[in-house]
Protein backbone atom coordinates (compact mmCIF):
# COMPACT_ATOMS: atom_id res chain seq x y z
CA UNK A 1 0.00 0.00 0.00
CA UNK A 2 1.22 3.12 -0.76
CA UNK A 3 1.38 5.86 2.36
CA UNK A 4 2.03 9.53 1.94
CA UNK A 5 5.74 9.42 2.90
CA UNK A 6 6.05 7.02 -0.22
CA UNK A 7 5.08 9.91 -2.04
CA UNK A 8 6.90 12.97 -0.07
CA UNK A 9 9.91 10.69 -0.61
CA UNK A 10 9.47 10.23 -4.14
CA UNK A 11 8.98 14.07 -4.47
CA UNK A 12 11.73 14.90 -2.60
CA UNK A 13 14.01 18.22 -2.78
CA UNK A 14 12.60 18.52 -6.66
CA UNK A 15 11.73 21.70 -8.57
CA UNK A 16 10.63 21.94 -11.94
CA UNK A 17 14.08 23.69 -13.20
CA UNK A 18 15.53 21.10 -11.08
CA UNK A 19 14.29 18.07 -12.91
CA UNK A 20 14.95 19.81 -16.39
CA UNK A 21 18.60 20.27 -15.47
CA UNK A 22 18.70 16.87 -14.06
CA UNK A 23 17.08 15.76 -17.37
CA UNK A 24 19.63 17.49 -19.13
CA UNK A 25 22.68 16.17 -17.65
CA UNK A 26 22.09 12.85 -16.70
CA UNK A 27 19.01 11.60 -19.58
CA UNK A 28 21.03 14.49 -22.33
CA UNK A 29 20.87 12.25 -25.12
CA UNK A 30 17.47 11.02 -24.28
CA UNK A 31 14.63 12.14 -26.79
CA UNK A 32 11.97 14.58 -24.65
CA UNK A 33 9.87 16.25 -27.43
CA UNK A 34 8.93 15.31 -31.05
CA UNK A 35 6.56 18.40 -32.79
CA UNK A 36 4.38 18.10 -35.57
CA UNK A 37 7.19 17.78 -38.17
CA UNK A 38 8.69 14.65 -36.61
CA UNK A 39 11.39 16.69 -34.88
CA UNK A 40 12.58 15.24 -31.86
CA UNK A 41 14.75 17.50 -29.19
CA UNK A 42 16.84 15.61 -26.68
CA UNK A 43 16.64 16.70 -23.47
CA UNK A 44 19.83 18.54 -23.45
CA UNK A 45 18.46 20.27 -26.60
CA UNK A 46 15.89 20.66 -24.95
CA UNK A 47 17.36 22.71 -21.41
CA UNK A 48 19.61 24.91 -23.90
CA UNK A 49 16.60 26.55 -25.94
CA UNK A 50 14.74 27.14 -22.71
CA UNK A 51 17.62 28.70 -21.09
CA UNK A 52 18.40 30.52 -24.24
CA UNK A 53 14.39 31.64 -24.27
CA UNK A 54 14.75 32.77 -20.31
CA UNK A 55 17.68 35.08 -21.48
CA UNK A 56 14.96 36.89 -23.90
CA UNK A 57 12.47 36.92 -21.86
CA UNK A 58 14.59 38.56 -19.10
CA UNK A 59 16.39 40.73 -21.59
CA UNK A 60 12.43 41.95 -22.27
CA UNK A 61 11.96 42.73 -18.34
CA UNK A 62 10.17 39.49 -17.16
CA UNK A 63 10.84 38.80 -13.51
CA UNK A 64 10.28 36.91 -10.58
CA UNK A 65 6.53 36.66 -9.57
CA UNK A 66 5.26 37.83 -12.51
CA UNK A 67 2.71 36.69 -15.28
CA UNK A 68 3.19 35.51 -18.79
CA UNK A 69 0.05 34.49 -20.81
CA UNK A 70 0.68 32.47 -23.67
CA UNK A 71 -1.62 31.85 -26.55
CA UNK A 72 -0.43 29.22 -29.12
CA UNK A 73 -1.14 25.73 -30.03
CA UNK A 74 0.51 22.64 -28.85
CA UNK A 75 3.79 23.20 -30.81
CA UNK A 76 7.36 22.69 -29.30
CA UNK A 77 8.31 26.29 -28.58
CA UNK A 78 4.86 26.26 -26.29
CA UNK A 79 6.81 23.92 -23.86
CA UNK A 80 9.61 26.25 -24.30
CA UNK A 81 8.40 29.04 -23.31
CA UNK A 82 6.51 28.04 -20.55
CA UNK A 83 9.57 26.14 -19.24
CA UNK A 84 12.06 29.59 -19.61
CA UNK A 85 9.55 31.32 -17.80
CA UNK A 86 9.62 29.26 -14.54
CA UNK A 87 13.28 29.48 -15.03
CA UNK A 88 12.60 32.88 -14.25
CA UNK A 89 10.43 32.05 -11.31
CA UNK A 90 7.39 33.84 -13.57
CA UNK A 91 4.24 32.00 -13.36
CA UNK A 92 3.25 31.11 -16.91
CA UNK A 93 -0.74 30.61 -17.89
CA UNK A 94 -2.16 29.26 -21.45
CA UNK A 95 -5.42 30.69 -22.03
CA UNK A 96 -8.05 28.32 -23.83
CA UNK A 97 -7.72 28.71 -27.59
CA UNK A 98 -11.85 29.27 -27.85
CA UNK A 99 -11.47 32.26 -25.68
CA UNK A 100 -13.77 35.25 -27.17
CA UNK A 101 -11.95 38.62 -27.66
CA UNK A 102 -13.64 39.91 -24.58
CA UNK A 103 -12.67 36.79 -22.36
CA UNK A 104 -9.20 37.37 -23.41
CA UNK A 105 -9.29 41.05 -22.59
CA UNK A 106 -10.48 39.92 -18.55
CA UNK A 107 -7.76 37.48 -18.60
CA UNK A 108 -5.30 39.86 -19.60
CA UNK A 109 -6.57 42.16 -16.97
CA UNK A 110 -7.20 39.74 -14.11
CA UNK A 111 -3.57 38.23 -14.47
CA UNK A 112 -2.11 41.66 -14.74
CA UNK A 113 0.21 40.03 -16.92
CA UNK A 114 3.41 41.84 -18.25
CA UNK A 115 4.66 39.26 -20.80
CA UNK A 116 2.51 37.81 -23.72
CA UNK A 117 3.59 35.32 -26.28
CA UNK A 118 1.68 34.58 -29.31
CA UNK A 119 2.09 32.37 -32.20
CA UNK A 120 1.35 34.11 -35.55
CA UNK A 121 -0.81 36.73 -37.17
CA UNK A 122 -4.28 35.77 -36.66
CA UNK A 123 -3.43 35.22 -32.78
CA UNK A 124 -1.86 38.70 -32.95
CA UNK A 125 -5.29 40.31 -34.22
CA UNK A 126 -7.47 38.43 -32.07
CA UNK A 127 -5.95 39.90 -29.23
CA UNK A 128 -5.53 43.15 -30.56
CA UNK A 129 -7.95 44.25 -27.69
CA UNK A 130 -6.69 42.53 -24.48
CA UNK A 131 -2.99 43.73 -25.50
CA UNK A 132 -4.01 47.67 -26.01
CA UNK A 133 -5.75 47.43 -22.48
CA UNK A 134 -3.02 46.20 -20.45
CA UNK A 135 -1.02 49.18 -18.45
CA UNK A 136 1.74 46.96 -17.45
CA UNK A 137 2.75 45.26 -20.53
CA UNK A 138 6.90 44.78 -21.28
CA UNK A 139 6.44 43.01 -24.51
CA UNK A 140 5.03 41.11 -26.87
CA UNK A 141 6.65 38.14 -28.34
CA UNK A 142 5.55 36.19 -31.87
CA UNK A 143 6.69 32.67 -32.68
CA UNK A 144 5.90 32.74 -36.41
CA UNK A 145 7.86 35.95 -38.06
CA UNK A 146 5.76 38.61 -37.83
CA UNK A 147 6.97 42.57 -38.98
CA UNK A 148 6.53 45.29 -36.63
CA UNK A 149 7.11 46.75 -32.98
CA UNK A 150 6.92 42.94 -31.59
CA UNK A 151 10.08 40.59 -30.53
CA UNK A 152 10.17 37.72 -32.51
CA UNK A 153 10.87 33.97 -31.00
CA UNK A 154 14.25 33.86 -33.31
CA UNK A 155 15.66 36.93 -31.37
CA UNK A 156 14.63 36.11 -27.87
CA UNK A 157 16.41 32.88 -28.47
CA UNK A 158 19.67 34.95 -30.03
CA UNK A 159 19.99 36.45 -26.86
CA UNK A 160 22.36 33.88 -25.32
CA UNK A 161 22.39 31.81 -21.98
CA UNK A 162 21.09 33.24 -18.79
CA UNK A 163 22.70 34.21 -15.77
CA UNK A 164 21.25 31.66 -13.46
CA UNK A 165 18.82 32.96 -11.01
CA UNK A 166 17.46 32.09 -7.36
CA UNK A 167 16.86 28.43 -6.92
CA UNK A 168 12.53 28.32 -6.92
CA UNK A 169 11.06 27.02 -3.89
CA UNK A 170 8.69 23.81 -3.91
CA UNK A 171 6.15 26.05 -2.82
CA UNK A 172 6.48 29.16 -4.67
CA UNK A 173 3.98 29.01 -7.93
CA UNK A 174 4.79 26.89 -11.27
CA UNK A 175 1.68 27.72 -13.22
CA UNK A 176 -1.48 30.03 -13.67
CA UNK A 177 -4.77 28.05 -15.02
CA UNK A 178 -8.09 29.40 -15.64
CA UNK A 179 -10.96 27.36 -15.28
CA UNK A 180 -12.82 26.65 -18.20
CA UNK A 181 -15.66 28.15 -16.98
CA UNK A 182 -18.85 25.67 -17.52
CA UNK A 183 -20.22 27.18 -14.98
CA UNK A 184 -19.49 30.71 -14.26
CA UNK A 185 -16.63 32.90 -14.75
CA UNK A 186 -13.00 31.42 -14.93
CA UNK A 187 -10.88 31.64 -11.80
CA UNK A 188 -7.31 31.86 -11.94
CA UNK A 189 -5.92 28.80 -10.40
CA UNK A 190 -2.53 29.09 -8.72
CA UNK A 191 -0.44 25.81 -8.36
CA UNK A 192 2.84 24.95 -6.69
CA UNK A 193 5.99 23.17 -7.84
CA UNK A 194 4.98 21.06 -4.89
CA UNK A 195 1.44 20.78 -6.16
CA UNK A 196 2.55 19.57 -9.63
CA UNK A 197 5.19 17.11 -8.66
CA UNK A 198 3.46 15.24 -5.95
CA UNK A 199 0.51 14.71 -8.51
CA UNK A 200 3.70 13.38 -10.87
CA UNK A 201 5.26 11.12 -8.11
CA UNK A 202 1.61 9.75 -7.59
CA UNK A 203 0.96 8.82 -10.98
CA UNK A 204 4.23 6.40 -11.10
CA UNK A 205 3.43 5.30 -7.76
CA UNK A 206 0.04 4.41 -8.21
CA UNK A 207 0.74 2.98 -12.09
CA UNK A 208 3.80 2.77 -13.12
CA UNK A 209 4.75 3.19 -16.72
CA UNK A 210 8.24 1.93 -18.33
CA UNK A 211 11.34 3.96 -17.45
CA UNK A 212 11.45 7.03 -20.15
CA UNK A 213 7.74 6.17 -21.36
CA UNK A 214 6.74 7.41 -24.56
CA UNK A 215 3.43 9.43 -24.06
CA UNK A 216 0.98 11.54 -26.40
CA UNK A 217 -0.20 15.18 -25.66
CA UNK A 218 -3.45 15.88 -27.09
CA UNK A 219 -5.38 18.10 -24.87
CA UNK A 220 -5.07 22.12 -24.43
CA UNK A 221 -1.82 23.07 -22.30
CA UNK A 222 -4.40 25.62 -20.41
CA UNK A 223 -6.05 21.95 -19.48
CA UNK A 224 -4.95 20.80 -15.79
CA UNK A 225 -4.29 17.19 -16.86
CA UNK A 226 -2.20 17.94 -20.21
CA UNK A 227 -0.17 20.49 -18.03
CA UNK A 228 0.57 17.75 -15.51
CA UNK A 229 0.69 14.56 -18.25
CA UNK A 230 2.57 16.65 -20.78
CA UNK A 231 4.94 19.01 -19.36
CA UNK A 232 5.59 17.91 -15.59
CA UNK A 233 5.22 14.14 -14.97
CA UNK A 234 7.15 13.81 -18.79
CA UNK A 235 10.04 16.03 -16.77
CA UNK A 236 9.68 13.78 -13.88
CA UNK A 237 10.27 10.59 -15.65
CA UNK A 238 12.74 11.95 -18.22
CA UNK A 239 9.90 10.57 -20.70
CA UNK A 240 9.36 11.40 -24.81
CA UNK A 241 6.47 13.17 -25.11
CA UNK A 242 4.85 13.77 -28.74
CA UNK A 243 3.13 16.44 -29.57
CA UNK A 244 -0.61 16.16 -31.40
CA UNK A 245 -1.53 19.24 -32.59
CA UNK A 246 -4.73 18.34 -33.95
CA UNK A 247 -7.40 16.36 -32.32
CA UNK A 248 -8.53 14.56 -35.58
CA UNK A 249 -5.08 13.05 -36.02
CA UNK A 250 -4.91 11.54 -32.64
CA UNK A 251 -5.87 7.88 -33.56
CA UNK A 252 -2.97 8.15 -36.34
CA UNK A 253 -0.25 9.39 -34.04
CA UNK A 254 -1.08 6.78 -31.37
CA UNK A 255 -0.84 4.26 -33.74
CA UNK A 256 2.67 5.64 -34.97
CA UNK A 257 3.95 6.58 -31.16
CA UNK A 258 2.83 3.48 -29.43
CA UNK A 259 2.60 5.13 -26.70
CA UNK A 260 3.18 3.52 -23.10
CA UNK A 261 1.02 5.60 -21.34
CA UNK A 262 -2.13 7.25 -22.39
CA UNK A 263 -5.20 9.60 -20.74
CA UNK A 264 -8.33 9.90 -22.48
CA UNK A 265 -11.29 12.18 -22.01
CA UNK A 266 -14.63 9.99 -21.86
CA UNK A 267 -15.28 11.28 -25.36
CA UNK A 268 -11.90 10.47 -26.73
CA UNK A 269 -12.71 6.19 -25.09
CA UNK A 270 -16.30 6.67 -25.97
CA UNK A 271 -15.47 6.87 -29.55
CA UNK A 272 -12.94 4.21 -29.51
CA UNK A 273 -15.27 2.14 -28.22
CA UNK A 274 -17.96 2.97 -31.19
CA UNK A 275 -14.86 2.23 -33.89
CA UNK A 276 -13.79 -1.13 -32.16
CA UNK A 277 -17.65 -2.11 -32.15
CA UNK A 278 -17.74 -1.26 -35.63
CA UNK A 279 -14.83 -3.89 -36.55
CA UNK A 280 -16.16 -6.35 -34.35
CA UNK A 281 -19.64 -6.39 -35.92
CA UNK A 282 -18.30 -6.73 -39.29
CA UNK A 283 -16.41 -9.90 -37.99
CA UNK A 284 -17.53 -13.56 -39.99
CA UNK A 285 -18.78 -16.39 -37.82
CA UNK A 286 -15.47 -18.20 -37.00
CA UNK A 287 -13.41 -14.82 -36.43
CA UNK A 288 -16.14 -13.23 -34.01
CA UNK A 289 -16.99 -16.95 -32.12
CA UNK A 290 -12.94 -16.46 -31.28
CA UNK A 291 -13.20 -12.77 -30.36
CA UNK A 292 -16.18 -13.44 -28.36
CA UNK A 293 -14.80 -16.20 -26.68
CA UNK A 294 -11.58 -14.05 -25.91
CA UNK A 295 -13.38 -11.16 -24.64
CA UNK A 296 -15.05 -13.59 -21.97
CA UNK A 297 -12.49 -14.50 -20.60
CA UNK A 298 -10.28 -10.88 -20.15
CA UNK A 299 -14.06 -9.86 -19.27
CA UNK A 300 -14.21 -12.86 -15.74
CA UNK A 301 -10.44 -11.43 -14.89
CA UNK A 302 -11.49 -7.29 -15.07
CA UNK A 303 -13.87 -8.61 -12.75
CA UNK A 304 -11.74 -10.68 -10.31
CA UNK A 305 -8.85 -7.92 -10.35
CA UNK A 306 -11.35 -5.17 -9.54
CA UNK A 307 -11.24 -6.97 -6.02
CA UNK A 308 -7.71 -7.18 -5.30
CA UNK A 309 -7.64 -11.22 -5.67
CA UNK A 310 -5.53 -12.78 -7.69
CA UNK A 311 -6.53 -15.14 -10.77
CA UNK A 312 -6.66 -18.48 -11.02
CA UNK A 313 -3.76 -19.91 -12.66
CA UNK A 314 -6.51 -21.26 -15.06
CA UNK A 315 -7.54 -18.12 -15.75
CA UNK A 316 -4.44 -16.20 -15.86
CA UNK A 317 -3.22 -18.58 -18.78
CA UNK A 318 -6.16 -18.57 -20.73
CA UNK A 319 -5.64 -14.76 -20.04
CA UNK A 320 -2.25 -14.54 -21.13
CA UNK A 321 -2.80 -16.79 -24.44
CA UNK A 322 -6.67 -14.68 -25.55
CA UNK A 323 -4.44 -11.53 -25.27
CA UNK A 324 -1.48 -12.98 -27.19
CA UNK A 325 -3.30 -14.37 -30.07
CA UNK A 326 -6.44 -12.49 -30.07
CA UNK A 327 -7.39 -9.31 -27.95
CA UNK A 328 -3.82 -7.63 -28.56
CA UNK A 329 -4.17 -7.24 -31.95
CA UNK A 330 -7.60 -4.90 -31.21
CA UNK A 331 -5.66 -2.67 -29.40
CA UNK A 332 -3.17 -2.43 -31.83
CA UNK A 333 -6.01 -0.70 -33.84
CA UNK A 334 -6.02 1.97 -30.99
CA UNK A 335 -2.56 2.41 -30.68
CA UNK A 336 -2.98 0.91 -27.10
CA UNK A 337 -1.37 -2.32 -27.12
CA UNK A 338 1.79 -1.38 -25.07
CA UNK A 339 -0.02 1.18 -22.92
CA UNK A 340 0.84 0.15 -19.16
CA UNK A 341 -1.10 3.01 -17.64
CA UNK A 342 -4.80 4.21 -18.84
CA UNK A 343 -6.49 7.19 -17.56
CA UNK A 344 -9.89 9.02 -17.92
CA UNK A 345 -11.56 11.88 -16.41
CA UNK A 346 -12.72 15.65 -16.15
CA UNK A 347 -16.12 14.09 -16.86
CA UNK A 348 -18.00 11.15 -16.41
CA UNK A 349 -17.59 8.08 -18.60
CA UNK A 350 -20.35 5.18 -19.36
CA UNK A 351 -19.88 2.19 -16.65
CA UNK A 352 -20.49 0.40 -20.30
CA UNK A 353 -17.72 2.05 -21.59
CA UNK A 354 -15.28 0.85 -18.92
CA UNK A 355 -16.23 -2.43 -19.14
CA UNK A 356 -15.99 -3.10 -22.92
CA UNK A 357 -12.31 -2.01 -22.65
CA UNK A 358 -11.85 -4.67 -19.80
CA UNK A 359 -13.22 -7.54 -22.27
CA UNK A 360 -10.17 -5.72 -24.33
CA UNK A 361 -7.50 -6.61 -21.31
CA UNK A 362 -7.89 -2.71 -20.56
CA UNK A 363 -8.16 -1.74 -17.51
CA UNK A 364 -8.82 2.49 -17.25
CA UNK A 365 -8.27 3.67 -14.27
CA UNK A 366 -10.88 6.73 -13.70
CA UNK A 367 -9.53 9.40 -11.63
CA UNK A 368 -11.88 12.66 -10.04
CA UNK A 369 -10.34 15.87 -9.16
CA UNK A 370 -10.35 19.82 -10.50
CA UNK A 371 -7.34 22.22 -11.28
CA UNK A 372 -7.80 23.07 -7.64
CA UNK A 373 -6.78 19.98 -6.54
CA UNK A 374 -3.60 19.69 -9.43
CA UNK A 375 -5.98 17.41 -10.99
CA UNK A 376 -6.96 13.80 -9.68
CA UNK A 377 -7.68 13.95 -5.90
CA UNK A 378 -9.40 10.23 -6.51
CA UNK A 379 -8.52 7.36 -8.44
CA UNK A 380 -9.65 3.61 -9.12
CA UNK A 381 -6.80 1.36 -8.67
CA UNK A 382 -5.37 -1.26 -10.26
CA UNK A 383 -6.74 -3.88 -7.97
CA UNK A 384 -9.37 -1.79 -6.65
CA UNK A 385 -11.93 -0.52 -8.88
CA UNK A 386 -15.31 -0.16 -10.11
CA UNK A 387 -16.97 1.31 -12.89
CA UNK A 388 -19.18 4.00 -12.24
CA UNK A 389 -17.09 5.26 -9.32
CA UNK A 390 -14.21 7.59 -8.97
CA UNK A 391 -12.39 5.39 -6.75
CA UNK A 392 -10.52 6.25 -3.23
CA UNK A 393 -8.94 9.88 -2.35
CA UNK A 394 -5.22 9.49 -3.68
CA UNK A 395 -2.53 8.83 -0.95
CA UNK A 396 -2.16 12.11 1.39
CA UNK A 397 -5.81 12.90 0.40
CA UNK A 398 -8.71 13.03 2.24
CA UNK A 399 -12.18 13.22 1.13
CA UNK A 400 -15.20 14.09 2.65
CA UNK A 401 -19.25 14.97 2.19
CA UNK A 402 -21.05 18.36 3.50
CA UNK A 403 -24.38 17.98 4.85
CA UNK A 404 -25.82 18.11 1.31
CA UNK A 405 -23.46 16.04 -0.47
CA UNK A 406 -20.86 18.72 -1.68
CA UNK A 407 -17.27 16.80 -1.86
CA UNK A 408 -14.26 18.49 0.38
CA UNK A 409 -11.17 17.49 0.24
CA UNK A 410 -8.27 18.47 1.90
CA UNK A 411 -4.38 17.32 1.01
CA UNK A 412 -0.99 18.16 -0.47
CA UNK A 413 -2.80 18.17 -4.64
CA UNK A 414 -5.15 21.26 -2.94
CA UNK A 415 -4.17 24.63 -4.71
CA UNK A 416 -2.52 27.93 -3.03
CA UNK A 417 -5.24 29.90 -4.29
CA UNK A 418 -6.86 32.49 -6.41
CA UNK A 419 -5.10 34.77 -7.88
CA UNK A 420 -6.43 38.26 -7.21
CA UNK A 421 -6.30 41.18 -9.49
CA UNK A 422 -3.54 43.14 -7.24
CA UNK A 423 -1.27 39.95 -7.70
CA UNK A 424 -2.37 38.34 -4.63
CA UNK A 425 -3.24 34.85 -4.04
CA UNK A 426 -6.22 34.08 -1.94
CA UNK A 427 -6.96 30.79 -0.48
CA UNK A 428 -10.57 29.16 -0.46
CA UNK A 429 -9.93 26.37 2.28
CA UNK A 430 -11.91 26.43 5.26
CA UNK A 431 -9.69 26.51 8.70
CA UNK A 432 -8.96 23.23 9.16
CA UNK A 433 -7.90 23.22 5.57
CA UNK A 434 -11.06 21.74 3.70
CA UNK A 435 -11.60 23.00 0.00
CA UNK A 436 -15.76 22.75 -0.87
CA UNK A 437 -15.18 21.16 -4.99
CA UNK A 438 -18.78 22.09 -6.03
CA UNK A 439 -19.61 18.81 -6.70
CA UNK A 440 -22.08 16.25 -5.47
CA UNK A 441 -20.89 12.67 -4.05
CA UNK A 442 -21.92 9.74 -2.24
CA UNK A 443 -19.79 6.60 -1.17
CA UNK A 444 -20.85 3.22 -1.92
CA UNK A 445 -20.57 0.54 0.54
CA UNK A 446 -17.10 0.10 -0.13
CA UNK A 447 -16.20 3.80 0.03
CA UNK A 448 -15.45 3.92 -3.39
CA UNK A 449 -16.99 7.90 -4.34
CA UNK A 450 -19.11 8.32 -6.89
CA UNK A 451 -20.17 12.03 -8.42
CA UNK A 452 -23.59 12.77 -9.11
CA UNK A 453 -23.38 15.61 -10.95
CA UNK A 454 -22.08 19.27 -10.27
CA UNK A 455 -24.05 21.19 -7.42
CA UNK A 456 -25.03 24.18 -9.61
CA UNK A 457 -25.83 21.54 -12.19
CA UNK A 458 -28.70 19.59 -10.27
CA UNK A 459 -32.29 19.60 -11.80
CA UNK A 460 -35.15 20.43 -9.66
CA UNK A 461 -38.46 19.23 -11.26
CA UNK A 462 -41.53 21.23 -10.33
CA UNK A 463 -42.41 18.83 -8.05
CA UNK A 464 -39.56 18.74 -5.95
CA UNK A 465 -37.42 15.92 -7.37
CA UNK A 466 -33.83 16.15 -7.58
CA UNK A 467 -31.58 14.91 -10.72
CA UNK A 468 -28.67 14.68 -11.44
CA UNK A 469 -28.23 15.31 -15.29
CA UNK A 470 -25.20 13.22 -16.34
CA UNK A 471 -26.38 10.15 -15.12
CA UNK A 472 -29.35 10.15 -17.37
CA UNK A 473 -26.68 11.86 -20.28
CA UNK A 474 -24.42 9.31 -19.61
CA UNK A 475 -26.70 6.46 -20.54
CA UNK A 476 -28.18 7.98 -23.81
CA UNK A 477 -24.17 8.73 -24.98
CA UNK A 478 -24.22 5.03 -24.50
CA UNK A 479 -25.68 4.25 -28.10
CA UNK A 480 -22.73 5.04 -30.54
CA UNK A 481 -24.94 7.20 -32.68
CA UNK A 482 -25.30 10.24 -29.52
CA UNK A 483 -22.12 11.93 -29.80
CA UNK A 484 -23.80 14.49 -26.90
CA UNK A 485 -26.74 14.46 -24.78
CA UNK A 486 -28.25 17.79 -22.70
CA UNK A 487 -31.14 16.99 -20.35
CA UNK A 488 -33.25 19.75 -20.11
CA UNK A 489 -36.11 20.11 -16.86
CA UNK A 490 -35.07 22.41 -13.84
CA UNK A 491 -38.31 23.58 -12.56
CA UNK A 492 -40.08 21.56 -15.55
CA UNK A 493 -42.50 18.87 -14.86
CA UNK A 494 -40.67 16.07 -16.73
CA UNK A 495 -37.36 15.99 -18.57
CA UNK A 496 -36.73 16.55 -21.64
CA UNK A 497 -33.61 15.94 -23.88
CA UNK A 498 -31.13 17.57 -26.75
CA UNK A 499 -29.73 15.12 -28.53
CA UNK A 500 -26.32 15.30 -30.70
CA UNK A 501 -25.29 12.81 -33.37
CA UNK A 502 -21.94 10.81 -33.60
CA UNK A 503 -20.04 12.54 -36.32
CA UNK A 504 -17.52 10.01 -37.21
CA UNK A 505 -20.52 6.88 -36.39
CA UNK A 506 -23.55 8.21 -37.38
CA UNK A 507 -22.50 8.01 -41.26
CA UNK A 508 -21.08 4.80 -40.61
CA UNK A 509 -24.71 3.95 -38.85
CA UNK A 510 -26.45 5.33 -41.84
CA UNK A 511 -24.05 3.59 -44.57
CA UNK A 512 -24.36 -0.01 -42.84
CA UNK A 513 -28.72 0.61 -43.00
CA UNK A 514 -28.43 1.20 -46.86
CA UNK A 515 -29.19 4.82 -46.33
CA UNK A 516 -27.69 7.46 -48.85
CA UNK A 517 -27.55 10.41 -46.50
CA UNK A 518 -24.47 10.96 -44.68
CA UNK A 519 -24.65 14.53 -43.82
CA UNK A 520 -25.81 15.45 -40.10
CA UNK A 521 -27.97 17.58 -41.60
CA UNK A 522 -29.55 14.52 -43.65
CA UNK A 523 -29.45 12.26 -40.66
CA UNK A 524 -31.21 14.55 -38.12
CA UNK A 525 -34.36 14.30 -40.35
CA UNK A 526 -34.00 10.39 -41.71
CA UNK A 527 -36.77 8.45 -40.01
CA UNK A 528 -34.87 5.24 -39.52
CA UNK A 529 -32.08 7.23 -37.61
CA UNK A 530 -35.03 8.89 -35.29
CA UNK A 531 -36.46 5.67 -34.80
CA UNK A 532 -33.42 3.89 -33.46
CA UNK A 533 -32.69 7.44 -31.15
CA UNK A 534 -36.43 6.87 -30.06
CA UNK A 535 -35.50 3.27 -29.17
CA UNK A 536 -32.21 4.17 -27.60
CA UNK A 537 -34.29 6.75 -25.33
CA UNK A 538 -36.55 4.20 -24.29
CA UNK A 539 -33.60 1.68 -22.96
CA UNK A 540 -31.99 4.54 -20.84
CA UNK A 541 -35.34 5.31 -19.79
CA UNK A 542 -36.11 1.52 -19.00
CA UNK A 543 -33.01 1.65 -15.92
CA UNK A 544 -33.99 5.39 -14.81
CA UNK A 545 -36.40 6.10 -12.12
CA UNK A 546 -39.37 7.89 -12.81
CA UNK A 547 -38.42 11.53 -12.60
CA UNK A 548 -34.74 10.74 -14.02
CA UNK A 549 -37.18 9.65 -17.29
CA UNK A 550 -36.80 11.06 -20.62
CA UNK A 551 -39.91 12.13 -22.08
CA UNK A 552 -39.47 14.10 -25.16
CA UNK A 553 -36.07 15.04 -27.20
CA UNK A 554 -35.34 16.91 -30.27
CA UNK A 555 -31.94 15.82 -32.48
CA UNK A 556 -30.19 18.47 -33.45
CA UNK A 557 -29.31 18.68 -37.38
CA UNK A 558 -25.32 19.88 -36.54
CA UNK A 559 -21.92 19.03 -34.65
CA UNK A 560 -20.86 20.93 -31.62
CA UNK A 561 -17.35 22.04 -30.92
CA UNK A 562 -15.28 24.02 -28.47
CA UNK A 563 -14.74 26.42 -31.70
CA UNK A 564 -18.85 26.44 -31.97
CA UNK A 565 -19.36 27.56 -27.63
CA UNK A 566 -21.37 24.47 -26.75
CA UNK A 567 -18.40 22.20 -25.29
CA UNK A 568 -15.29 23.53 -23.16
CA UNK A 569 -11.58 22.07 -24.89
CA UNK A 570 -11.80 19.14 -22.73
CA UNK A 571 -15.06 18.78 -24.32
CA UNK A 572 -17.07 19.28 -21.29
CA UNK A 573 -20.72 20.76 -21.27
CA UNK A 574 -20.98 24.49 -21.40
CA UNK A 575 -24.40 23.79 -20.50
CA UNK A 576 -25.35 27.76 -19.92
CA UNK A 577 -24.60 28.58 -23.20
CA UNK A 578 -26.02 25.11 -24.62
CA UNK A 579 -29.71 26.44 -22.24
CA UNK A 580 -29.11 30.24 -23.69
CA UNK A 581 -28.53 28.83 -27.49
CA UNK A 582 -31.17 26.36 -27.48
CA UNK A 583 -34.14 27.75 -25.15
CA UNK A 584 -36.77 28.32 -28.08
CA UNK A 585 -36.22 24.28 -29.47
CA UNK A 586 -36.68 23.43 -25.48
CA UNK A 587 -40.12 25.93 -25.53
CA UNK A 588 -40.95 23.93 -28.76
CA UNK A 589 -40.61 20.37 -26.98
CA UNK A 590 -42.41 21.41 -23.39
CA UNK A 591 -45.15 22.96 -25.84
CA UNK A 592 -45.51 19.45 -28.28
CA UNK A 593 -45.21 17.40 -25.06
CA UNK A 594 -43.68 14.53 -26.47
CA UNK A 595 -41.01 14.45 -29.87
CA UNK A 596 -38.84 11.94 -31.52
Not at 23 to 34: E, I, K, Q, S
Not at 56 to 78: C, D, N, Q, T
Not at 432 to 451: A, E, K, M, S, V
Amino acid sequence: MITVQDVRAAVGAHTVPGLLRRNAGRYGHLPALTGADDRTRTWRELYDEVLSVASGLRALGLRRGERMLIGMSSRPEHWVVDLAAVELGAIPCTTYATLSPEQLRQVALHSAATVVVLEGPAELARWAGALAGMPGLKGVVMIDDAAGEHTRYADLRAAGQVVPVAEAGQDDPVTLIYTSGTTGDPKGVVLSHRNVLYQCALQELVQPAPAHPRTVAYLPLAHIAERVLGIYLPLYTAGHVTICADPTRLLATLTRVLPQAFFGVPRVWEKFAAGLQQVLSGLDGDRRAAVDRAREVAAEAYRIRATGDPLPAGLAEAVERADRTVLRPLRERIGLAEAARLGSGAAPVPAAVLEFFGSLGMTIMEVWGLSETTGAATSTFPDHYRAGTVGLPMPGMEVRLAGDGEVQVRGPLVFQGYLQPDGGVRAVVDADGWLPTGDIGRFDDDGLLRIVDRKKEMIITSSGKNVAPSAVESLLRAHPLIGYAVVVGDRRPYLTALLVLDEEAAPAWAAAQGLAAVELKELAAEPRVRAELAAAVQRANEALSRPEQVKAFRVLDHAWSPASGELTPSLKLRRRVIERRYAEVTEELYAEGTSS
